[in-house]
């Protein structure tokens, strides 16, 4: 299975950080930042699977697709933030990633306005 590949491949390069740490500081955070593009690229086709479902749902319940795209980016910054995130965690930079995390939450809310407007124009309409 895919899963054990994955984690298998987490652990030795988890191990291989470690061990280097002590010894090589730069490489370890080379190999955990590669590490994680890596595990990255590998679910990729994954997430392309379950996009691709959730538009075809939207489609036969005629949901309009501004919301299912809209949606659909405010899930793929999150998802990309967090890895940013991560990563500057793995090299040290707590602070940074602290900002990149900030950064992602004020544009997910960006993203969200036009839905919350929607709402807004919704909840007026069937108010007397």
């Known amino acids: 299975m895919e899963v054990f590949q994955i984690v298998g491949f987490g652990l030795i390069a988890t191990i291989l950080v470690v061990i280097l740490r002590s010894v090589r500081s730069d490489f370890a955070i080379y190999i955990s930042i590669l590490a994680g593009v890596i595990i990255f690229s590998m679910i990729i086709q994954h997430l392309s699977y379950i996009i691709d479902t959730i538009r075809d749902l939207s489609r036969?319940?005629?949901l309009e697709i501004t919301y299912f795209s809209t949606i659909l980016k405010i899930i793929g910054t999150a998802y990309i933030v967090e890895f940013g995130a991560q990563l500057s965690r793995d090299a040290g930079?707590?602070?940074i990633a602290?900002?990149?995390e900030l950064a992602g939450k004020i544009i997910?809310?960006?993203l969200a306005?036009?839905?919350l407007l929607s709402?807004?124009?919704l909840i007026v309409?069937?108010?007397?």
Not at 125 to 128: A, Q, R, S
């Open 60 to 62: 036969r319940a005629n």
């Open 93 to 95: 930079e707590n602070s």
């Open 98 to 100: 602290m900002k990149i």
């Open 108 to 110: 997910i809310m960006t």
């Open 113 to 115: 306005i036009p839905i």
């Open 119 to 121: 709402l807004m124009d």
């Open 125 to 128: 309409k069937i108010m007397p």
